[in-house]
């Protein structure tokens, strides 16, 4: 003992990382002469061995001799093996058939035509505070375009009446690759989706649609634009042109990354660490179900799927929506592009870091108990995700604030139609 | 000294005794019939015999537990499979999936029986002729291959 002591002491003087778990590491990588050793979870002796049997062991030699992983097991198993990974090569590209799970994002050019228009239209809508019912917040105040579509460090946001709201912002970027919005995912598109916090109490709170409408109409700017972003309808200030047009805006909200590049081909896009960072997320399960264009966004999931989740009072996620039993504690899997800078982590916010973020999916969902190395490396790969903010796409309109006949005109249309507000109350 | 292995062994026998109160949860039930894959996808008659027979004890709500899955401690083991496979694919609730991840968790599938990775090594002995045959398994991936890749779209219930 005191002589392992020695030498790790010794290695360590020279700047490397080491425990007695990499020695041992060495001397069982070194004993099977294989180079993608990868040793876990010994204390469940079943898995260990069907993995040492499935990875470690090309065919003739698992014939030869078919009691080699489990000896190896057993060995592992008594040396107090825990959770370890050694790839010597860590710069090892990963195969393309590994990756057809993933997409890069589709091509999206500059809007041209009738949909620059409505794009405009809906960028002036998501910046405009007057669509919440004291003018005090926009669209951008708890998903800010600048800040990755988030409302950065905030567990939940809060409303017009600084009331938080019920449930962790997502992010808008990329929203549009999803196939459902909202945690649980009670909006089947971005245009649905858009009419839901300008009414929601506790959010932008307006009264109804008719208090939206009333503003657009009192607005002559807006009038002469809802006529140009929808010109072959009578009356084209309708709440579904208003969401449309949001929606159209929405769409074009997406942010090419480093990972989009290596999903072209261009090998040097990852770092190695980021390399070997994808090959334990694709190893411990988190690609089924962060896969897509959009890494999530397009399957629902059992929040505690391998394992209960603690809290399984104070939100059954889609089970409000569907009130089926079989979905309760299921939510909306999130996307990760940007997963970085869009952190507090979860439907509630309440996980700060990412490093925890992905131990607790480890552990609650996918049932790998990873080790630091592996979450650290796995973070390292999630930053690849981090994605280009479109600065110019972004650019807030230039201030046009409306008359001041037409904000009187508006305060009153929303004093007469409080009453009739809505007693929906969830946030997002 | 015989004393000793006598206490050890009614000790030993005591403790899985009461270990097996600890009853096992599989969360089996009965899907909803428009949830399922086969409603969903309505894959040919053989493709869904034989994903029913090699992967469905594990991969549905509809599974068949054997009777060591009752006892402690195998239970545990099996039911820790079985979460951990539900996890990753469950064909009993597909409708929580869009068709994108559909088709990825399908053409996943077809890699993991074509590189041998499933049934699982210890699941093949235990359940003998469950396990896909070289042509089911092409079969299954020819279909999977040929599963249109539609834009996701809402799946609304």
Not at chain 1, 365 to 371: H, P, R, V, Y
Not at chain 2, 86 to 98: E, T, V
Not at chain 2, 142 to 150: D, G, I, K, M, V
């Amino acid at each position: 003992m005191t002589s392992l002591k020695i030498v790790l002491a010794a290695i360590r003087k020279r700047g490397f990382r080491v425990s007695a778990q990499h020695i041992l590491d060495a001397l069982l990588g070194a004993l099977l002469s294989h180079s993608r050793m990868v040793l876990k979870k010994c204390a469940s002796f079943p898995l260990c061995a069907s993995r040492a049997s499935r990875n470690w062991f090309p065919r003739k030699q698992r014939q030869a001799f078919p009691a080699l992983p489990v000896l190896l097991c057993l060995f592992a198993a008594l040396a107090g093996c825990r959770g370890v990974s050694l790839n010597p090569d860590p710069s090892a590209d990963i195969a393309p058939p590994q990756l057809f799970m993933f997409s890069p994002l589709p091509a999206h050019g500059p809007a041209v035509g009738i949909t620059a228009v409505r794009v405009d239209l809906g960028r002036r809508l998501y910046y405009d505070t007057h669509l919440s019912v004291n003018n005090s917040i926009s669209c951008n105040d708890c998903h800010q375009l600048a800040k990755y579509g988030v409302d950065p460090g905030k567990a939940v946001s809060e409303g017009h009446n600084k009331m938080p709201g019920g449930r962790n912002s997502p992010t808008v970027y990329n929203a549009g690759l999803q196939f459902a919005q909202f945690w649980d995912g009670r909006a089947a598109t971005l245009a649905a989706q858009a009419s839901g916090p300008m009414m929601n109490p506790v959010e932008m709170g307006m009264p109804g649609p008719g208090a939206v409408l009333a503003y657009i109409h009192s607005n002559p700017a807006y009038l002469k634009a809802f006529r140009q972003a929808y010109p072959d309808v009578k009356d084209p200030v309708v709440m579904e042109n208003v969401t449309d047009a949001i929606a159209t805006f929405e769409e074009g909200l997406l942010t090419p990354s480093r990972w989009d590049e290596y999903l072209e081909g261009n090998t040097s896009a990852l770092s190695d660490h980021e390399k070997e960072g994808l090959r334990v997320f694709l190893r411990s399960g988190c690609a089924a179900c962060h896969a897509g264009t959009a890494m999530g966004g397009n399957s629902y999931a059992q929040l505690g799927a391998y394992r209960n989740w603690p809290d399984q009072k104070s939100d059954p996620g889609r089970y409000d929506v569907t009130r089926l039993p079989r979905d309760r504690m299921y939510f909306k899997v999130p996307v990760l592009r940007n997963v970085a800078e869009t952190g507090p982590y979860f439907h509630n916010g309440q996980v700060k870091t990412l490093d925890e973020a992905v131990r607790l999916m480890g552990q609650y969902q996918t049932g790998e108990k990873l080790s630091s190395d592996e979450v650290s490396s796995i973070v390292s790969f999630l930053h690849a995700l981090t994605g280009n903010i479109p600065e110019q796409y972004i650019q807030p309109p230039s201030a046009e604030p409306p008359s001041k006949a037409a904000t009187i005109h508006h305060r009153q249309q929303l004093q007469a139609n409080r009453q009739t507000q809505s007693t929906s109350t969830e946030g997002e | 000294m015989r004393r000793i292995i006598w206490i050890v062994g009614i000790l030993v026998v005591a403790f899985l005794v009461v270990m097996q109160f600890r009853q096992p949860d599989y969360n089996l039930s009965a899907p909803s019939a428009n949830a399922t894959f086969a409603a969903l996808h309505q894959p040919d008659p053989d493709i869904q015999n034989t994903l029913q027979r090699s992967c469905y004890n594990c991969h549905s709500t509809q599974g068949k537990i054997p009777w060591y899955g009752m006892v402690w401690p195998t239970s545990q083991l099996l039911q820790n499979d079985v979460r951990q496979g539900r996890a990753m694919l469950d064909f009993s609730n597909w409708d929580n999936l869009s068709p994108e991840m559909a088709r990825i968790r399908l053409l996943s599938s077809c890699r993991s029986m074509r590189e041998g990775k499933m049934p699982l090594w210890y699941y093949r002995p235990l359940h003998p002729g469950t396990a896909p045959t070289p042509g089911e398994i092409d079969a299954f991936c020819a279909w999977a291959q040929a599963l249109p890749t539609e834009p996701n779209t809402a799946q609304l219930r």
